[in-house]
């Protein structure tokens, strides 16, 4: 891959010249970021425990399942329509592609546009800050550019073979010109961030920004195509004024010109639309926003710099220590297990890519639940879907757990050998509760607040049941797993058996599901239960409590 990038790259030496760039520069950048994305793990969704020799397979196999997806949907979706009634097809086919690489910008683009590792290195030579933001785009771009590929091959294959040569290559043509038009939209977004935000501010932003558009798009992705029927893929679609704001009926409204054939005022405003604005994007970033690039990039290392003791003691927040402090008497038992809970509500709060992996979670459970529940299909409205969310919630929150001893500081995890610690199950029961508190309790408040709505007020007993049954399946998860201390280990010394433990626990939580479902045609069953699953939690976290070293494994 390195290889044809490059080469690709040779080709187009002088549009990188006009844009401003050092091209030597530019080239060696890029060629040094490939090599490294080869040694360690793929930055693109291969974030879960693969192992450094494993990378560059682990892209191509997403890229091969990426292929397999949009085929399908490719197919189901451009083989039925007549060539007249194409145009809606096409729109949810663009909308897809630009849904996937957008997510893709979201999850990965502050790692890397906006790592600033490299920083030490490139800063002090005279690189200037056009050269470094194109680069770091090409780096980018050829990864989505990929996604892009992956996504529409089919689709290319099977235009082309339904429509001509030239009909495929056009298609080719849009899906690329996709992937530039959401580096544009995503990229100027982030520009503008740093150039009217604080430094110290501005990762903080960013990552909020992620969460809540990684659940948009989630939701969108989900909620979008329930809205439409089936039949409207077949019926002819009128054109409004909105649709020019559209960026996916750009697209589908050139490739119209070539399967039709027409070229009329309406497809010609959108050819222009959708070969012109991805262009002029990266022009307008090019020109206008990187003059100050290097120097917010620069500027953004002294987040990673203690902060004197002095400063931190005036910037505290006594109110606020002092409840933390509060909360975590009112559900410890001692000292230790107090302060595990008090660092994990800190470090949960703080921790950038904790908050990444943990809260789209949460997030995307929510979201699922709301659009299957107002769907009008025979799951959605039957008596048995409440049951479903709340369980199938579950599922969320064990991510959060899961990601619990993972940090990208796990060197400093040295202190819990040194420190005089004599039971490590009060850190591990502390870190926890904090886990259960500061994120399942309003994670389920929400949830139970929607069903309760939803559904009606006499569902009282399930929510506190399927709540209790998933703190006992929570614990059993952690009893089942790999213990760690809290932030203690790096994202690939977690061991794959957890995916087969959490497969299993997967399992017993549906099983726990059907047997609540039984209990309730039961008269008072769920009432009943309900003081036995607390009583079942209770019994496992104090077993959980007392774990000690030997059943500790260290990173």
């Known amino acids: 891959m390195t290889t044809i990038i490059l080469w690709l790259l040779d080709r187009l030496k002088p549009l990188f010249q006009t844009m401003g760039a050092d091209y030597g520069q530019l080239r060696a950048i890029v060629q040094v970021k490939l090599t490294m994305d080869n040694r360690r793990n793929s930055i693109t969704l291969g974030r879960y425990g693969k192992s450094s020799a494993e990378s560059t397979n682990t892209f191509t196999r997403i890229l091969a399942i990426y292929a397999f997806i949009g085929g399908l949907i490719s197919l189901g979706m451009l083989a039925t329509p007549d060539k007249d009634r194409l145009f809606f097809p096409l729109t949810l086919q663009f909308s897809y592609i630009m849904a996937l690489c957008a997510m893709t910008l979201i999850s990965d683009f502050s790692s890397v546009i906006l790592d600033s590792s490299d920083n030490q290195i490139i800063l002090p030579r005279p690189v200037s800050s056009r050269t470094l933001w194109l680069a770091r785009v090409v780096h980018i771009t050829s990864y989505l550019f990929a996604i892009a590929l992956s996504l529409s091959v089919v689709a290319i294959l099977f235009i082309g073979y339904r429509f001509g040569a030239i009909a495929g290559l056009l298609f080719l043509v849009m899906s690329l010109l996709s992937a530039v038009l959401m580096v544009f939209l995503t990229n100027i977004f982030y520009l503008l961030l740093m150039r009217f935000i604080s430094e110290e501010k501005l990762r903080e932003v960013i990552n909020y920004f992620q969460i809540v558009m990684a659940v948009l798009f989630y939701g969108g992705y ?32 050139t490739i119209e010109i070539v399967i039709q054939p027409i070229l009329d005022s309406t497809h010609l405003v959108f050819a222009v639309l959708a070969i012109v604005t991805p262009i002029l994007g990266l022009w307008f970033m090019n020109r206008f926003l990187t003059t100050n690039f290097t120097q917010k990039l620069g500027s953004m290392d002294q987040e990673s710099q203690p902060v004197p003791l002095a400063t931190s003691t005036q910037t505290s927040q006594p109110g606020r220590v002092a409840w933390i402090d509060k909360l975590s008497a009112w559900f410890t038992d001692n000292a230790l297990e107090r302060a595990a809970f008090a660092f994990t509500w800190r470090i949960t709060g703080r921790d950038r890519k904790f908050k990444l992996k943990t809260y789209p979670q949460l997030g995307f459970g929510l979201a699922y639940v709301i659009v299957m529940s107002l769907q009008g299909s025979s799951f959605g409205s039957s008596g048995f879907f409440y049951l479903f969310a709340l369980y199938f919630a579950g599922l969320y929150v064990m991510v959060a757990q899961y990601q619990l001893s993972v940090s990208d500081n796990y060197r400093a995890s040295w202190i819990y050998g040194s420190a005089p610690i004599q039971t490590p199950g009060d850190l591990l029961s502390g870190s926890l509760k904090a886990l ?53 280990t790096a994202q690939d010394a977690l061991k794959q058996s957890n995916t087969a433990r959490g497969l299993l626990t997967s399992l017993v939580l549906g099983l726990v599901g ?37 059943q500790i494994m260290m990173g």
């Open 222 to 253: 989900q909620f979008l195509p329930r809205l439409i029927g089936t039949e409207v893929l077949t019926q002819t679609f009128a054109i409004q004024w909105w649709h020019y704001l559209v960026p996916p009926m750009w697209m589908a409204g």
């Open 436 to 488: 259960i508190i500061k994120l399942l309790l309003p994670f389920y408040s929400l949830l139970a607040s929607y069903i309760l709505y939803r559904y009606g007020i006499d569902k009282i007993s399930d929510v506190l049941l399927a709540f209790s049954n998933s703190l006992v399946m929570l614990i059993s998860a952690a009893l089942l797993s790999s213990r760690y201390m809290p932030f203690s």
């Open 514 to 550: 059907f047997s609540h479902y039984g209990l309730t045609y039961i008269p008072y069953g769920t009432w009943i239960a309900l003081p036995l699953s607390v009583l079942t939690f209770w019994i496992l976290l104090r077993y959980y409590r007392q774990t000690d070293w030997s």
